[in-house]
Antibody, heavy 121, light 110 residues
Framework: QVQVVESGGGVVRPGRSLRLSCVDS????????MHWVRQAPGKGPEWVAS????????YYVDSVKGRFTIARDNSKNTLFLQMNSLRVEDTAVYYC??????????????WGQGTTVTVSS | DIVMTQTPLSLPVTPGETASISCRSS??????????LDWYLQKPGQSPHLLIY???YRASGVPDRFSGSGSGTNFTLNINRVEAEDVGVYYC?????????FGQGTKLEI
């Protein structure tokens, strides 16, 4: 069964950085677009960023542009989210999600269990 | 950004009944040949999982009690013969363009 597993969450002060990772070895990772979605406490999901299968296309929600960077290492079946200049409002569970079909963006079909990021002074 | 509006926000139902959730988008979600609207269910304590994609196609393993319909800017998720295991929050999501956006969620309660 296809599964993605996130890691890297934690508690950080405002202005600091964190790097999230997401890994899976049970599907053709390099063929699929990947996404990060977050969910603040008591709120609905918010799409954060997406990256194409080859890493050439990247998209971000406005609130993280210039602060977050999505990247992937297809040789290691790993997705990353580098989060800089973190703010209190970035506090959320961050989910990694795999795209439904290869080579383009078709929405998310497999989600991880999430990793929690808490930004607090 | 495309705004997604779900109604109702809370939906109490009795087992065996039919539940309907509406989702409206601020602009058409028709993308050439396909509608770019998906439905997700987040059960208590779990991550969201895909229920319906491209308006009306059930994801793998989803019972046929779940069905999606709609076009343009108006979409509906129907749940026939509601069961206790269906409780959770249902979200619609548009992927017509980035940023992908979700509805506020509809909490189904038994």
């Amino acid at each position: 069964q296809v599964q993605v597993v996130e890691s890297g969450g934690g508690v950080v002060r405002p202005g600091r950085s964190l790097r999230l990772s997401c890994v899976d070895s049970r599907f053709s990772f390099s063929s699929f677009g990947m996404h990060w979605v977050r969910q603040a406490p008591g709120k609905g999901p918010e799409w954060v960023a997406s990256i194409s299968y080859d890493g050439n296309k990247k998209y971000y929600v406005d609130s993280v542009k210039g602060r977050f960077t999505i990247a992937r290492d297809n040789s290691k079946n790993t997705l990353f989210l580098q989060m800089n200049s973190l703010r209190v409002e970035d506090t959320a569970v961050y989910y990694c999600a795999k795209d439904r079909l290869p080579h383009n963006f078709y929405g998310m079909d497999v989600w991880g269990q999430g990793t929690t990021v808490t930004v607090s002074s | 950004d495309i705004v997604m509006t779900q109604t109702p926000l809370s939906l109490p139902v009795t087992p065996g009944e039919t539940a309907s959730i509406s989702c409206r988008s601020s602009q058409s979600l028709f993308d050439g040949d396909h509608g770019t609207l998906d439905w997700y269910l987040q059960k208590p304590g779990q991550s969201p999982h895909l229920l319906i994609y491209t308006i009306s196609y059930r994801a793998s393993g989803v019972p046929d009690r779940f069905s999606g319909s709609g076009s343009g800017t108006n979409f509906t998720l129907n749940i026939n013969r509601v069961e206790a295991e269906d409780v959770g929050v249902y979200y619609c999501m548009q992927r017509r363009e980035f940023p992908y956006t979700f509805g506020q969620g509809t909490k189904l309660e038994i």
